[in-house]
């Protein structure tokens, strides 16, 4: 009895949480702080080219108009993240899709934040800029190409009945969702007081890819926990050994994610890339099992 009320508590919680109303409140919340933001980095960039004020952060986020794209991607990638604590519950086919969408966006942001840093003058190979650019370039079509793939393979996916058992697993995978939410709120708001805080004391952020990990390491690090607590409860829910490999292999996609923020240069878009390219790899062979398991019955 107090585990049907226990269920009952998370999902109508749940469903207040991550309501339809809620999500169009917190995207149209969103599009309007993008368009501030964008308009306010325009005027920061304005005052800093006529000298109104100077910065620790003039040559990476001010140096140019182009960089003002920089501060509404960011505001968006929030409201992403705030989509993958929603669709959590769904599957983890869903939840590692939203993980690819976020961290394609992420390199989409620090294009912009790299083109106004382009040397032009320079050989255009021998420029550490200028390369940058072309791998992320390439990077971002060959991850885009790839999650369409992945996208179209998971559609393709066959519902399974709810059973209890399932009803049980997806109503524990809500009270981590109900849990994720805050945890990632307080981290945000500490990244970003930390950030505030390293530019008041002179601690200086050297380049945009150190920029572009403030908050996602520790993103991707919470994420991971709670993909790993996920995988936990799921051994109690099936014993196939399909799921299972599918589920631990899109884990190990969430660590290669993770594993990015830590370099730079070729091998920082190369672990992206195989990040999605393992996910994607593990749910065609999952695909592919459950099929000859079909014909086989």
Not at 52 to 61: K, N, Y
Not at 135 to 141: K, Q, T, V
Not at 175 to 188: D, F, H, K, R, Y
């Amino acid at each position: 009895m107090r585990g049907k009320s226990w269920q009952h508590w998370v999902e109508n919680t749940f469903f207040n949480v991550f309501s339809e109303s809620n999500r169009k409140i917190i995207e149209r919340i969103t599009i309007n702080i993008s368009v501030a933001g964008f308009i306010i980095h325009l005027i920061l960039i304005l005052g800093k080219n006529y000298d109104v004020f100077h910065s620790r952060m003039d040559s990476i986020l001010l140096a140019d108009p182009i960089s003002a794209i920089y501060t509404p991607f960011s505001i968006i990638l929030i409201y992403e993240i705030y989509l993958l604590v929603h669709y959590l519950p769904r599957s983890f086919t869903t939840s590692v899709s939203k993980q690819f969408e976020i961290i394609s966006l992420i390199v989409i942001r620090r294009i912009f934040g790299e083109i106004p840093h382009i040397d032009l003058m320079a050989p255009w190979f021998s420029a550490k800029p200028n390369l940058q650019l072309i791998y992320d370039l390439i990077g971002i079509l060959i991850l885009f190409f790839l999650i369409y793939l992945f996208n179209k393979s998971r559609s393709k996916l066959v519902k399974g009945k709810l059973s209890d058992n399932l009803k049980r697993f997806v109503n524990s995978k809500r009270a981590v969702s109900l849990v994720l939410l805050p945890v990632l709120i307080i981290t945000s708001l500490y990244s970003l007081f930390y950030w505030i805080g390293s530019q008041l004391t002179g601690v200086v952020v050297t380049s945009s890819f150190h920029l572009n990990a403030i908050f996602y390491n520790e993103f991707f690090t919470i994420l991971i926990l709670a993909d790993v607590f996920i995988l936990l409860l799921s051994f109690q829910y099936t014993e196939r050994y399909s799921q299972l490999i599918r589920n631990t292999g899109f884990v190990i996609c969430t660590i290669l994610i993770r594993l990015s923020f830590a370099t730079d240069g070729l091998t920082n878009i190369a672990l992206i890339i195989s990040s999605v390219l393992f996910g994607l790899l593990v749910l065609r062979i999952y695909q592919a099992t459950e099929s000859s398991l079909q014909h086989q019955q």
